[in-house]
């Protein structure tokens, strides 16, 4: 929790001035039980309807001083506790956009939205209660102890001795309830992951009829999640009862002593209630104290989660200026001799990959499922850093560009089409935000989107849902391939973007690409070799490993792994019963 306390200097005076005030209220509580015992001992037993006024008048006047500095006290402890969350969530957001895809990988989504939504508003809640009340608590109860050896030391000693075990009872309880909080939220995470997972997979879990396994698996995290707040609410229940039992055994002693004390003439029987009254202040501030420490408890286990996440360094390192480039050599990307194992994984996911691609050239990836070919267009943008070997862009290797640098001139169009909430111009200008409509038309023209656009109503400025959810897959997909050309990269990679597309606008979509001016390098990641036949190269992957690499007909000639690719989409020409195209 330390580190996190860097948050609230911008709000160190706030941070102050709040517990500073809840004092004075506190000091103005304090004072109340001396008034009213003067009352009774002076102006009831003196007949004194004076002094009675005079003293009804301050209790008025220290009761308003008290409302006074308490609305300064809460309104200061709100805007440190406030502004503290808000800095501590965007340096959250930061650091997580920092990450690279092994760190993201390894936390998981779900967790990253439970530390900076649920796990933050337990840190700002327990951070105001603790500027308005942590300080304010145990001054009434030492305060109150005080005030009762003014009035009878011998009436105060049962002060003393209460105290001290009342903490005891207190602290206990907090130091066997902080572990259990933690855990709670851990069960938290994985019950929100898996409520995530099946929202989103909703249509499959109903295409697959397993409602009821989902329900049950839901029930029993549930149930896991239930069992561990009772636990942790039967213990922090103990505080309660257990205070009010110590509290009401000092009240009938307190009583019964302050009685022999009137009796004796060592006091007089307004002492006795301001006694009393002190006690109950006691009994008041030590509720407020054992609700305040659940919930600090909460604050400090969720702050330890967010603290572990701040501290996740990011694994990859980024100069901060750009070296000289080497000499042109027409070099787009070269793999040299490139392994590749995501993290916690047994075996690589890419083994001795070695190729290199000229500027300007199409090259396709083909391979079976889990082959690899994701994992090439990954570390070419540097997602993820080999684990031997170099990958160069350009002659540099990738390790040697500043942050933003490299994917500045890579366009990326992923596996899964994503579009943002907003409008279809917005999604198109994160290519590049200075577009015009102009270059926004002939990118979609390119990606075979033109129809698509004008289909809707307003056309650019037509609503994009989240998610992109009021279009359809293929729709999705040109209009990321479209935000990718937007960007006019140095390097294309389509990501098998082009699936959900029929044949005839696969092949327009390619045709359009390969006609567009310059030297753009263009990776085609594709399932169907009809993608990829055109292609100047064509990489074959097979279990992480390069099966071949070469132009459509030599691979035809001499990799057995792309001939068994190829002929189990066009079987008829193994029969030599079709046309070769």
Known sequence: MKKLWIYLKAYRKESILAPLFKLLESLMDLLVPIVVADIINRGIGGNDRGLIVRYFLLLIGLALLGIGFSFVAQWMAAKASVGFASRLRQALFDHIQQLSYRELDSLGTDTMITRMTSDVNQ???????ALRLLLRSPFIVFGAMIMAFTIDVRSAVIFAVVIPLLSLVVFGIMLMSIPLFAKVQAALDRLLGMTRENLTGVRVIRAFCKEKQEIDEFDRRNTLLTKLNEKVGRLSALMNPATFLMINF????????????????????????????YMAMIVVELVKLASLIISINKALACGRRVQAMLETAPSMQYPDSMPETPEDTGMAVRFDHVSFAYAGAGDEALTDIDFSVRKGQTVGIIGGTGSGKTTVAQ????????????????GLDVRQYPAGALTDRIGVVPQKAVLFQGTIRDNLKWGNENATDEELWEALETAQGTEVVRGKDGQLDAPVEQGGRNFSGGQRQRLTIARALVKKPEILILDDSASALDFATDLALRRAIANLLGSMTVFIISQRTSSVRSADRVLVLDDGRMAGFGTHDELMRDCEAYQEIYYSQFPEERNGTGVTA
């Open 123 to 129: 840190v700002q809640n327990g951070l105001n209660l």
């Open 379 to 394: 570390l070419i943008s540097r997602f993820y850093d080999a684990s031997s070997g170099c990958v160069k862009v350009n």
């Open 250 to 277: 000092a009240t009938i002693i307190l009583i019964r002593t302050g009685a022999l004390r009137v009796e004796s003439g060592a006091i007089l029987q307004g002492d006795v209630v301001a006694l009393y009254n």
